[in-house]
């Protein structure tokens, strides 16, 4: 019998008085969301406080509070939710700021911003301006934002940063730990300029709902005397989720590893056919559903893995579950699930490997236009924050249905989760002689090492051969000047030679930034051929070579003085 895991539950309550004010210039509100939206992208509230002294003072902040709300939860849920955040405030900072611009009325129109995120057991704080959000736990207050006001004593009110105030905008974000019983206090200059800390306290230690307490904190600022609007949101942490809920762990590891399965077996009403893939850590096979005749891939583990290796599989499982797109598999789900595994979309075919195993030789335009393929999936991934890590020959399909499939997401990365959180993280894996340079060094897998993986791909379907020659695992190589595929390959032109030596450049600075523009140089063609040097000047491959060279003119100096003084 299983127990439903209990989730993150919050007691919540706002209240927002103008106070003497002809005008409220102060808008807050929050999202409660509940199922996946709850864990992926978790419970937002935000207060703003208007700037300009008039009706457009609340047009940014209700447009502000309820955009965020609105836009926040339409990111990626592979996104970091700094990420998220950030790219929504940027956007309402240059809405504001360009439409502050168009009409004298609306000239100052901009807004102070604070948003609290909770999700799972951590907190994520975003604020620009003169909002404060406080924590109270064990009877102790903490400030956790900075006002962003001018220093100088006569400009003390007035603010210095604040969405739609200058075009370029700097949000500050922190995060910490949630404890149960933590309670937020987030409100505008209204309350806390009138409210001294220990009157805080004293309202926010009731154990009243958070709606009496928010209510009672802008009474208390109005009789306090205060001249402006005043806004309390207050938010109490009832309940916190496991450690293990995030990120489909907690579904997929209570669940027993199957035997290993033959042709013919039945799991969970589906028929296997054949193993199709048998690796270190995980197994494949194709399965059946005898209803339909439909064809699936299950995909699981030996049973000899471990913890590590099944919060891997639950990770893999939630990453391809968000990667909506013909160009990858699909997660299918099946009404029942006794053993720890997940089922994927069948595709007839065959990887561009095994075509080369068997002997295919790809055009030079069958090459250029599957790299472009290739790329615009790995577009898809960099979009929603995904970097695949192991692009290579062996995980891309090409279907009997024509399509090209990108398979394989047991090694990406995503900024939406800490890897630590989830399973013990290999330091940059993948296969050698896709691996960009900078990793061996230990930089982090980026897209652009993605997109180097893409080039170096493109290189082996058309030469066979790799651009720095073929690493084995364990070797620590060294990197020259790429060989330019055309030696082995002399039917490919010259402008799809320069563009795989842009992609395959040894500086990262030298590669494409990104997928689209790979793909626009493939599509331009001869057209517009790139310019890419074939060589790495002399004084590029080694800077101390000025140096060496000046040495070595002063010695041979030296020497002709000291010889012509000997002779004379």
Request: glycine share 6%; aromatic share 6%; hydrophobic share 40%.
């Amino acid at each position: 019998m299983s127990t439903k895991q209990p989730s993150l539950r919050i007691d919540l309550g706002h209240t927002s008085l103008a106070g003497l004010r002809p005008h409220n210039e102060d808008y807050c509100a929050g999202a409660t969301p509940d199922g996946e939206a709850l864990e992926n992208k978790g419970i937002l509230v935000a207060v703003a406080d208007g700037v300009g002294g008039h009706a457009n003072g609340r047009e940014a902040s209700e447009y502000c509070v309820r955009s965020l709300l609105a836009d926040y939860y339409s990111t990626p849920d592979t996104w970091s939710i700094s990420q998220s955040l950030d790219k929504v405030i940027v956007a309402l900072n240059r809405w504001l700021y360009s439409h502050s611009r168009r009409a004298r009325e609306t000239a100052g129109m901009a807004t102070t911003l604070s948003a609290l995120v909770l999700r799972g057991r951590r907190y994520v704080i975003a604020h620009v301006g003169d909002t404060r959000i406080y924590r109270l736990r064990n009877a102790k207050l903490s400030l956790l934002t900075s006002d962003h006001v001018w220093e100088h004593p006569e400009l003390s009110n007035v603010l210095s940063r604040a969405v739609g105030l200058d075009a370029h905008l700097s949000v500050d974000y922190m995060d910490g730990e949630l404890a149960e019983g933590d309670l937020f206090l987030l409100a505008s200059d209204g309350v806390w300029n009138v409210l001294n800390e220990a009157r805080l306290i004293h309202l926010l230690e009731s154990t009243d709902s958070a709606d009496d307490i928010a209510a009672r904190i802008t009474l208390s600022a109005i009789e306090a005397g205060t001249q402006d609007n005043c806004t309390a949101l207050v938010l109490r942490v009832l309940q916190l989720p496991p450690d293990s809920l995030r990120d489909n762990v907690a579904n997929i590891v209570a669940l027993p590893l199957p035997a290993r399965l033959k042709s013919g077996q039945h799991v969970d009403g589906l028929e296997v056919v054949e193993m199709i893939h048998d690796s270190r850590m995980t197994v494949l096979y194709r399965v059946r559903d005898p209803h339909n005749g439909q064809n699936y891939v299950l995909k699981t583990l030996h049973a000899e893995a471990d913890a590590a290796d099944t919060a891997a599989i639950a990770y893999e499982e939630w990453l391809a579950r968000r990667v909506a797109s013909a160009d990858f598999p699909q997660v299918v789900n099946w009404p029942q699930r006794s053993c720890l595994y997940y089922l994927m979309t069948w595709h007839e075919g065959a990887t561009l490997g095994r075509h080369l195993e068997m002997g295919r030789r790809f055009t030079v335009v069958e090459g250029a236009e599957l790299a472009a393929r290739i790329l615009k999936a790995v577009a898809a991934l960099h979009r929603l924050g995904i970097i695949h890590r192991d692009i290579k020959a062996d995980n891309l399909h090409l279907g009997a249905d024509g399509r090209l499939r990108v398979l394989d997401l047991g090694v990406a990365a995503s900024d939406g989760l800490d890897a630590e959180e989830t399973f013990n993280e290999i330091n940059n894996p993948g296969t050698p002689s896709f691996m960009a340079p900078e990793l061996y060094a230990g930089t982090p897998a980026n897209e652009s090492s993605d997109l180097y993986a893409v080039g170096v791909t493109l290189y082996h379907l058309l030469a066979r051969k790799y651009p720095y020659g073929e690493i084995e695992p364990f070797q620590t190589p060294r990197f020259g000047d790429p060989i330019p595929p055309a030696r082995f390959r002399p039917d490919i032109p010259e402008w799809l030679e320069s563009v795989i030596l842009k992609a395959v450049a040894r500086d990262p600075v030298e590669r494409f930034e990104t997928a689209e523009e790979f793909l626009l140089a493939l599509e331009r063609g001869a057209q517009r051929p790139l310019r890419v040097a074939r060589r790495t000047p002399l004084f590029k491959r080694d800077p101390t070579l000025g140096l060496k060279l000046l040495a070595i003119g002063s010695l041979v100096l030296n020497l002709l003085l000291l010889f012509l003084l000997l002779v004379r």
